[in-house]
């Protein structure tokens, strides 16, 4: 009889949803090992504006801010990771909200032309002279499914579908569409998926608001700051444009008021949880696990996959544990 396959928790969430402290509560119940699932938690330097948590995170401060980092990078590395720590007799509990990482991990990538300097620059010259929905009018006539997901002014995904496109004569929507081909942790692993966010939208955006007030308070100016002195620093690098520090980048480079930059700070983060939440709500065979304004877990139809009872009950006595079972 073959042997079961390890299992793999994955806990996702929006921003400021309250998952990392869910995952730590879980990981010291459960004798989880944590894997970070988030681009700017990589990044070292980047430490009061991404929350970056105290507690051990594989995965976490693995990069200068300088070094970009893929979703191709996050899938090899992740997959040592979990591999190492099921060797050591321990359970994965991944916990983020970058969901393309997660997707790039669970369902795998397919082999994506890797980045062309040559072609990215001629593109961001092309931008500098026309514009970027000028760019963007050029991926729809090419790729309409990708124009319909970006943005016209998200330079940085524009400039990618473009550069896959012009280095593959293949859209990169097709480049998405092939990406299970090479086989994912999905196939190796019994997946939990839960997802945590609170019930009322109004209960996230107060707590976005909040976490931005006490993260200015916490001296994010001054890491902003410092990150701003170092000449290798820029404002088109992935860490750079993390929300958060790209707008207080803006003030410090006299763009804008301080008090314009928090708002604008807040209002992209809110941007992130839409984005994020649009990711879930499509994301397949996923719990939630939602909550209310303290924190606390509401009850929820039990799930029926035999996978999904057992670590559900499991879950439970975690919950009851640390205090944040359901309340019936």
Known sequence: MAAPRPLLICLMGPTASGKTDLAIDLARVLGCELVSVDSALVYRGLDIGSAKPDYPHHLMDIREPSQPYSAADFAADAERVVNGIIQRGKTPLLVGGT??????????????????????????????????????????????QAAARIHPNHSQRLCRALEVYRASGVPISEWQRRQGEGGGAAQRYRLCQLAICPRERAVLHQRI??????????????????????????????????????????????????????????????????????????????????????????????????VEQCVEDLLQQALNFIGRAPHH
């Open 99 to 144: 969901m393309l990482y997660f997707r790039a991990f669970l369902e795998g990538l397919a082999a994506m032309p890797a980045a062309d300097a040559a072609i990215r620059a001629a593109i961001e010259a092309q931008a500098a002279q026309q514009g970027w929905p000028v760019l963007h009018r050029e991926l729809a006539a090419v790729d309409p």
């Open 209 to 306: 608001a909040l976490r931005f007030e006490q993260m200015m308070a916490a001296g994010f100016l001054d890491e902003v700051r410092a990150l701003h002195r170092r000449p290798e620093l820029h404002p088109e690098l992935p860490a750079i444009r993390a929300v958060g520090y790209r707008q207080l980048w803006h003030y410090l480079d006299g763009e804008c008021s301080l008090d314009d930059a928090v708002a604008r700070g807040i209002a992209a983060t809110r941007q992130l949880a839409k984005r994020q939440l649009t990711w879930l709500r499509k994301w397949p065979g996923l719990n939630w696990l939602e909550t209310d304004a303290a924190g606390n877990v509401l009850p929820a139809p039990r799930s029926h996959s035999a």
